[in-house]
Nanobody, 124 residues
Framework: QVQLVESGGGLVQAGDSLRLSCAAS????????MGWFRQAPGKEREFVAA????????YYADSVKGRFTISRDNAKNTMYLQMNSLKPEDTAVYYC?????????????????WGQGTQVTVSS
């Protein structure tokens, strides 16, 4: 099992940027695909972005495509989510997660390990 800790959340204004980080410890995270999900108040958790084990392939939800960028640094056991042009509807708790494979996944049930989440609030 791997432990995942998110950081970088905060309160920003619409149009601002934030970069979230997900630090992994425990078992190696290099080689496993990773993803970001978010959960807004009163809503179900939803997929945001995913990245393959090598970092060579990424996949995004339509709602964030062109604004968010997922990346990873396997040497640092860290994954990132660069969020630009933030909108009030991006307000949510953001979670990082790890699968047990190398292929990118967008379904929550395909992720085995989860972080505790970091709050992102975007004011209008």
């Amino acid at each position: 099992q791997v432990q995942l800790v998110e950081s970088g959340g905060g309160l920003v204004q619409a149009g601002d940027s934030l970069r979230l980080s997900c630090a992994a410890s425990g078992r190696t995270f290099s080689g496993y695909s990773m993803g970001w999900f978010r959960q807004a108040p009163g809503k179900e958790r939803e997929f945001v972005a995913a990245i393959s084990g090598s970092g060579g392939y990424t996949y995004y939800a339509d709602s964030v495509k062109g604004r968010f960028t997922i990346s990873r640094d396997n040497a640092k056991n860290t994954m990132y989510l660069q969020m630009n042009s933030l909108k009030p509807e991006d307000t949510a708790v953001y979670y990082c997660a790890r699968t047990l494979g190398v292929v990118v996944r967008s379904t929550e049930s395909q992720y085995a390990d989860w972080g505790q989440g970091t709050q992102v609030t975007v004011s209008s």
